[in-house]
Structures are given as C-alpha cells and as structure tokens.
C-alpha cells in the first residue's frame, strides 16, 4: 500500500524525522478546526510492505488499535525492546494501520490556506490524500501538520489515508517503560487559514509585569499590513526599537515577517503554581484596511524561573518541588486522554499536594499544559527519547542526531508560552552523548529563558559541569547521598531527583524520612515520585482481551467488575514482557487513590502545628506564596477512652514562612488516656480544584501520653488450650499463632527479601509444641516454628481476666532470620464480623515507614474496605499505631481487642498464603471470617522495587520479641 513511500522505507531511516512536515509552532489552531475524530475505515497490514486490501473493517479515532479488537495486542517490556534488531532496523512483522475516510472540505475555504493536523500516530506517519503523498512524521507524541491546499479542491470530498506503520528506527528511541501500542492516538484536524498567517507567537512575561510578545508571520508580508495584540483588553504597543534593528540588518526578508509588542503590567499579578494568575492574550494579523487576517488566543503568566546558587528559584523564591512522574494513559483508551480525563487527573493531584509534574517520558497530550496553566503546577516537559535498550550506542549516533534535535526543538516551540512550563527535559535513559549536547545548544540559544536537565548528563557526578543539565536530577538516589552531596561543599547545581519513591503496589516507604531531609537540607529542593498510574489495561478475562472504549464503568473503586481484570505485562500472552513492573503509580488504573496519597498530602501541608507543651501550639505557614485566607481550620481532640472534642478554629494572619502561637482551643479533660490534637485544615472557598470544605492536611501533635493498656483484674476461670496448645475460643476459627511472614509486596520480591524469606521457610514454618503449662487461671504454651533457617521459639500466656482472655507472648528471633517480614499473632474470626473501629492511626492503610499522614483518632471502615487492591495481590489493609479496636458483625455481636503497646495491625478476608498464590484479584475468594494480624513489629515497605530498600531503622530486629492484648467478646 505504502507504494508511495516503499522506495525509500522511512520506517528504517532515523536521519528521515519528517517529510513535507510544516514547521512547529505555538498558535493553537484546535479552536478553528473541523476535528475528524470517529470511525475511520481500516485495516491492519502484516507489515508496511503488503499491498492494501479491499478487506476494510474500521477503527476509532483518536485510539490505539492494540485496544480495539484487532490481532495485535498491547505488549509491556520496559528497558529492552520487544524486538531482537539493532537501530535501525525493525521486525519484518511489522503491523501497519491503514486509516481511510472522506473528508468534505468547506466550499468557503476556497483560497485559503488548508492543513491537515494528525495530534499523534505511533510510531511513522505516512499520509497520502487522493493518492498523493503528501507527507511524513515521527515522534509519537507531537503533532504533525500537512499543507494540503494545492491536494484539495475546497466543495470537493478529499480521500484521506493515513498509513502507521508501529516499528520503526523511531521506536529504538520511543522505549519508555511502557505499554507498546499502534494507532493514532490524538485527534485529527483539519483547517484553514488565510495564506499570511500567524506562524508563530512566542510570549516573554516576566515577574516584574514586562511582556514581549514575538509574532512571525510566514510569507512576505505585504505594506501595510501589521500585527497587534492586547491583554485583558489592554492593547499592547509595537516595539519600534525592533522594528528600525529589523529594518536595518534586513532581518524582514521574503520569507518571515516579524513583529514584536510589547507592554509593561502596572501590580502585575504574578504566576506560580500557588497563585496560577493568568491573562488573556490575543494576538491579530491585519490586512491594510484594518481587518483581521488572522487571530492567535494565549494564556499568559507572568513569571521568573532562574538558577542562583545552587537554588532553583521561581520570582526570586526557592520552591520545593513535589512532583510525579505522569504518562498520558487510560485503563480503557491507552494513550488517548480526554480532555476531563487530564483534569481529572490534575485535580487530583492538586487535592494532594502536588505542585510539579514530569511529563514522562514524552511531550504529554497539549490540552495538559493549559490545565497545569490554569490550575498550577511547574512542570518538566521532557521529550520523546529514549533509547534504554541500546543507549550507548544512539547517543553519539550520527544517524539519530537529526531525531534528537528535532523532537527537543519541536517540544519547546509547542509548548513555549506554558508558564506551568519550568525546565526543559531532554528525554530520559538514553546514555549522554553528541545528540544530546546538539539538543542542548539548540534550547539554550532559542529559550534562555528556562533551564535545561538531563538525568543522564551526570557521567561524572552531579556537579559535572556538562552543557546538558542545569539541574543534578537523579533517579532513586538513597536519601543520605542527597543529603552527602548537599553538605560536601561541592554542590554546584539545585538537586531535585526526576525520578524517587517508586510507587510499585504497596509502596513509598520513607517517603516523609525524604522530605525531612530535603526541608533541612539548603540545596535539595524535591523531586517528582514514580509515578501517577498503575497501567493496567481493563481486560476481558473470557477471551483475554483489552475491554476497550465498550469497558466504561466495569470498575469501582479500583476493583474491575466480575469477569475482567487489570491486565499488567504477559496478560496478554506477549514475549518478552517485564510483568507487573507497569503497576507502579500512586493511583490504581481507574484512579482510585493508593494510601500513599494521603501520606504525600500531610508531607506537603501547607499548614503545620507543633506542640508548645501546656501553653499551646504554634501554627506554621508553610506554602511559598499564599496567605492562609484561603483555608479554614476544625480542632479535633481524640481522647483514648473514646471521646473526640471538636472547636471551629480560627487560622492566623500568616504570610509564608509565619508562624504563630495561639492558646490551646480546649480544656484538656481529666482523664481520657492519651490526648491527640488535630487541626482539620479544608479550603474556605471554592478552589479551581477543590469546592470549599476539601481537606487539605489533618496537622496532628499529641497533647498527653498516657500508657493506653489498662490491669484488668484476674478472673476466677480457666482458658481452654487444645492438644497442640492452641487457644480454643468461640469467636475464633483459627487460634492466634506466630506470624512471620507476609505476602510479598513487590518491593519484597524485586528487592529479594521475599526470595531469601521462601529460602528460610518463613512462609510455611513447622510448628511443634514444646510445653503446655497450667498455673491458676493462666495457662503457658511454649512452641518451636521450625524454619530452614533457624528455629524460632514462641511462648504464649493466655490469663483469664474481668471480661476476657489476656495474651502475653514472645518469640526469640535467631540471628539467622536477621530481616523477616513480622513478628506477631495471627488469627482468625469466625463469619459474622464486618466493621473494624479502631483507635490508632488511620483511617487509611498505613506501614511503619508510611505512616506520617495517617492521624492517631477513633476510625471505623467496613472489613471489606480496609484493603487496597494492588493489582498484583500482596499485603495490604494495614494500620499503624493502633491501640485498641473492635471486630463487629451488624447486631453488635463480636470481639474487642485492646494492645499493650501501640501496633501494626491487619484486618482482612485473605491469609497472607492466598494473596501470595494469586496474581490478580479476580483469583482470590474471600474467606467467610476475618484474618486478624498483632504485630510486635512489621518490616517498613521501602521502595526496594527500583531505589533504596527501608531504612534500617524500620526492619525487624532479631532477639526477643514481647507483646501482649486482651482478647474480649462483645
Ligand atoms: C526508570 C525509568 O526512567 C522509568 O521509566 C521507569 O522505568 C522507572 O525507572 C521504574 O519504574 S529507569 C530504571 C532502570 C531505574
């Protein structure tokens, strides 16, 4: 079919990075566009080379055809490419899209310039219109314009067919850690404009109100005819100074025309992510009597991004930067995002506390930028490179020193006039070489005005000064290296980690340990967490295909509906593929938050408290540019016997970086055991992204420590053991025994601890009575839990008390089992219980290394609701902190528990055996009672999935372990 193109095989020829391709430009045409989106014929060829048939079925457009019922399904690898063959050559399977339909151009376009935009088509772009070729494009992330107007006749229907073929040279350099798809996966275009237009419009506002505004014209520009603009209704004067330097050195020449306006904004209201002030620009081409030729829309912000120091300051302020890493993705559309979906996403994030985002791996979908514009966030546009699998070699590649320039220089002149926009990025995994320093030189002499990075410009450490990076922005750097380099007097450049606390399942240990370094810390300024989704892709579990567009609403609360499933790498039975390696965001696939949010949302509380003893609190301001006008505050006291007080509050005047103190909002009452003090921060008034009320941080200090476990006197009864010395109860179906283990988390797996545990036989120790001791009304059970590894030795006293069971146990780790996942009781309820309330940390799942945003109070949450669905089953649903809880069924009948110390505790349907058998959720049956978790001590998460494994501080210690409850019925 590709007859046209055959000769020359654009898919093998990385120096061919486009044909008949009109230059990129930042004037935003969607506005004045018929958009061509919706069925299109189709057909998908084996390979580029294959003649096209009469055999059309049809697909959807804008979309991924691996999604839509076609043979070719989605495939996941992330460093190594699907394929054996060296850049540049490609598979000689090779599907190919071929997308047809009819186009009606207006009849009143007749004269006018008209051009064809494909938004994004992975990963050549061959197009032909009435059998003509008319053009070529690469890079599966940008957009790419055809002029058709000497192809069409405006009345006339016009054939247009686009050919993608999906491997090409293109891909050694698309290899991001990702679903591979093919398709068109943003919309198409067409309009029409007059033939001397706006080609492009570039803005320069700066913090103290000075904007110029650059406007080329492409084609002579006829006498007489001029450009203005104005802003907010304020016209905007010609720059005359440039016009005489223009006329003098004949810059004006035959082909560009160039006009420059500018204007000074008297109180300009500045840009940040905090304070996202924009103006309206429009920008108008006229013709000789006055009328408008052409007209450009912009939204512009007023802001200064400047490296000083080792500081990355935005209008003269050192920011920290919270930031994720976000993929344009959809569990249903793959790379096809619309437009609520994106808000969506940064609303979200927004409620979070997030205020940066990399654009990973790739120039994300355009409608992304106007909404960091608008709602607030710095962003890192990085762009479309990477060649992971062969890095080495395509780094100093002359070949693909043509697709480097031209993917980084057509990212910034897109995306330009974004002042969400900070730092440029030049791609990301792909070594460092000549093709980046090339791509380099190119934005520093057209953008001076922002940063440059590059994570893999730092061959010779952080400091290096090498042209590629301004910024030291390493991937997964332990904490105490970040903190090292910052205090070894060598730091020569602002150290925020485009890439740290991978998010893979049950994650984001140390994520506050981070952050208490970078904020005391001068030189860390942040980073951006791995990542914003989990990729799974809703799946048909029947015939193991990709749901599709027809899956919308098969998902609630990141659980899919019977019968499907979130498919991670080989689900759909590809070779090779890098499995669950796709899931690692802080959102499950529908966007349901992972538990990791709220610890990130407290981590960046705008608003902090610290306890002044007995006198008080000191509330902190802690944003860098709002006041606290915008936010109203609750007390909350949480009293261990159960009571929780609450008093409006009233916020101090505090300008950022304030702090003040203000009296204590209650009477401590007598008694009441241990005292927590929260100030549920919402915001007061609607927020872009919040209507009022949202919570924005729940600040906690803790008033009085008071020892939680009460003495309950000794009851004249005896406590029923079976033969094995195991506790006999109603309530229980499976007596409290020693756990060591817990189903793996994937940082447990990829860091290897899970490994070394089924090596040591942690999952499965035999346990072998030694001695059952009865004295009074208690009764001593000494076991041995035999591992391959070491024997563990496990003594329980069960004591009959006033209203129940008291269990005081221990367990002697050996120096053998020097890291194992608990250590503490398991056990489990009979069917009945379905509400746990607890006092302790929560109410959402919290581990011992994540578990700063998760405030000591009374919780409550039905059984069924404690998990988290990661989609690889692992453990999942703890507490931390907890003191004291109840297991109910609805008529009040169940069991209460109170712990002698604060603990980690879980509560769910599954033994840690089933969810480590299971590799989905829609595998796992849920057991009629509850499986109850006390542990002494619980392994931290870590991020050992890509980065530093936990803290030594939070793994298990080997020695003797003691903890002890009082098991009541209700
Ligand atoms: C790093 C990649 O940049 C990112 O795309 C993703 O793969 C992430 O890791 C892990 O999920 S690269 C890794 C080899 C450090």
Redesign the pocket.
């Known amino acids: 079919m590709t007859a046209p193109f055959s000769w020359l095989r654009p898919w093998e020829a990385p120096e061919v990075t486009s044909w008949g391709r009109l230059p990129m430009c930042a004037v935003d045409r969607r506005r004045q566009a018929v958009v061509l989106d919706g069925e299109w014929r189709f057909q998908l060829l084996p390979s580029p080379e294959t003649a096209v048939s009469d055999a059309w079925g049809s697909s959807y457009v804008p979309g991924a055809w691996t999604l839509q019922d076609t043979d070719d399904l989605p495939q996941y690898t ?2 190594r490419m699907p394929f054996p063959e060296f850049p540049p050559h490609v598979p000689a399977a090779n599907p190919t899209g071929v997308y047809e339909r009819a186009v009606d151009v207006p009849g009143e376009w007749a004269g006018r310039r008209i051009v064809l935009q494909v938004g994004a088509a992975e990963s050549v772009l061959l197009v032909e219109v009435d059998g003509r070729p008319v053009g070529i494009s690469k890079d599966s992330h940008l957009a790419a314009e055809f002029e058709l107007t000497d192809v069409v006749r405006p009345g006339s229907p016009a054939r247009v067919r686009l050919t993608v073929v999906k491997w090409s040279d293109a891909s050694h350099i698309e290899d ?3 679903w591979w798809h093919g398709g068109i996966t943003r919309s198409v275009l067409l309009y029409a404009t007059d033939p001397l237009h706006l080609a492009d419009v570039t803005v320069r506002a700066r913090r103290d109100g000075d904007l110029r505004v650059d406007c080329a014209v492409r084609g002579p520009l006829p006498d007489g005819w001029y450009v203005t603009g104005d802003l907010d209704g304020q016209f905007l004067a010609q720059d005359a100074e440039f016009d005489r330097a223009n006329a003098e050195d004949e810059r004006v020449s035959g082909f560009l025309g160039e006009a420059r306006l500018r204007a000074t904004v008297p109180g300009v209201r500045t840009w940040t992510a905090e304070t996202p002030e924009l103006y309206g620009l429009t920008v108008r081409l006229h013709r000789p009597d006055g009328t408008v030729a052409d007209t450009s829309h912009h939204r512009v912000g007023f802001r200064d991004v400047e490296i000083v120091g080792r500081d990355l300051l935005i209008n003269g302020e050192r920011v920290f930067i919270r930031g994720v ?1 976000r993929h344009d993705f959809h569990p249903l559309t793959g790379r096809t995002v619309s437009y609520d979906d994106m808000r969506a996403d940064l609303v979200l994030l927004k409620r979070f506390g997030f205020n940066a985002i990399r654009t ?2 790739y120039p994300n979908d355009p409608a992304l930028y106007d909404l960091a514009d608008e709602l607030g966030f710095y962003v890192v546009d990085e762009a479309d490179i ?1 060649s ?1 699998d062969h890095a080495h070699e395509i780094a100093d590649d002359p070949r693909y020193l043509n697709a480097f320039v031209d993917r980084v220089s057509r990212m910034v002149l897109r995306d330009k006039n974004h002042p969400s926009v900070i730092i440029w990025s030049l791609g ?2 792909s070594d460092y070489g000549a093709n980046h320093d090339a791509a380099a030189g190119w934005v520093r002499r057209h953008d001076p005005t922002r940063p440059v990075q590059y ?1 893999g410009a730092a061959k010779r450490g952080w400091a290096d000064p090498d042209v590629a990076s301004d910024i030291a922005c390493p ?2 750097a332990p904490i105490e290296e970040c903190v090292a380099h910052a205090l070894s007097g060598k730091q020569t450049k602002p150290l925020i980690q ?2 740290y606390s ?1 998010a ?1 399942g049950n994650s984001n240990g140390t994520l506050a340990d981070h952050w208490a370094a970078i904020e005391a810390t001068p030189g860390l300024q942040g980073g951006f967490i ?2 914003f989704w989990d990729h799974g892709i809703l799946q048909r579990v029947s015939d193991g295909r990709p749901a599709g567009r027809a899956g919308a609403g098969l998902y609630e609360r990141g659980v899919a509906a019977p019968g499907h499933r979130w498919a991670y790498g080989g689900d759909f039975g590809e070779v090779p593929h890098d499995g669950a ?1 796709i899931a ?1 965001g802080v959102v499950l696939p529908d966007r349901t938050p992972k538990p990791v949010l709220y610890e990130h949302r407290e981590i960046a509380a705008p608003v902090r408290l610290q306890c002044l003893r007995h006198e008080g609190v000191v509330i902190g301001n802690h944003q860098h540019f709002r006041g606290l006008d915008w936010l109203t505050g609750e007390w909350r006291l949480s009293l261990a016997d159960g009571r929780t007080l609450t008093a409006p509050a009233e916020l101090p005047d505090l300008r950022p970086g304030e702090t003040a103190a203000v009296p204590l909002p209650f009477e401590l009452p007598e008694g009441g055991g241990e005292a927590w003090l929260t100030l549920r921060v919402t915001t007061a008034r609607d927020e872009p992204w919040a209507p009022a009320g949202t919570v924005v941080c729940l600040p906690q200090v803790r008033l009085r420590a008071t020892p939680v476990q009460r003495t309950l006197p000794v009851a004249d009864r005896t406590v029923e053991v079976d033969a094995d010395g195991l506790l006999v109860h109603p309530l229980l179906v499976a007596a409290p025994t020693l756990s060591l283990w817990r189903a793996p988390t994937d940082n447990d797996e990829l860091g290897g601890m899970a490994g070394r545990w089924r090596d040591w036989g942690l999952d499965a120790p035999v346990r072998e009575l030694v001695a059952v001791r009865r004295a009074g009304s208690s009764v001593g059970v000494l076991a041995e839990y035999v591992c391959a590894a070491g024997v563990v030795r496990h003594e329980q006293v069960f004591t009959a008390v006033e209203g129940g069971i008291r269990v005081e146990e221990s367990a002697e780790l050996p120096e053998t089992l020097n890291d194992v996942a608990r250590v503490g009781s398991v056990f489990e309820t009979v069917a009945g219980p379905t509400l746990l309330e607890w006092f302790g940390q929560g109410p959402w799942e919290s581990y011992p290394d994540r578990s700063t945003g998760a405030p000591v109070g009374h919780h409550s949450l039905p059984v069924d609701e404690l998990f988290t669905p990661y989609l690889r089953p692992q453990e999942s649903g703890g507490r931390h902190g907890v003191r004291h809880f109840t297991l109910s069924a609805p008529d009040a009948t169940g069991l209460a528990v109170e712990l002698a110390r604060p603990s980690q505790i879980s509560v769910n349907r599954y033994r840690a055996a089933d969810l480590a058998a299971a590799a989905h959720h829609d595998e796992l049956r849920p057991r009629a009672g509850c499986v109850v978790h006390i542990d002494a001590a619980h392994r931290g998460l870590g991020t050992a ?3 530093p494994d936990t803290s030594p501080a939070y793994l298990v210690p080997t020695g003797t372990h003691r903890w002890g409850w009082v098991l009541r019925v209700l």
């Open positions: 992330n460093v991001q850690d990702q890493n990973a791996h990477e992971h990301n995994e994570e991937m997964y485009c890439e991978h893979m791995w990542e390696f690692d999935s890509c980065g």
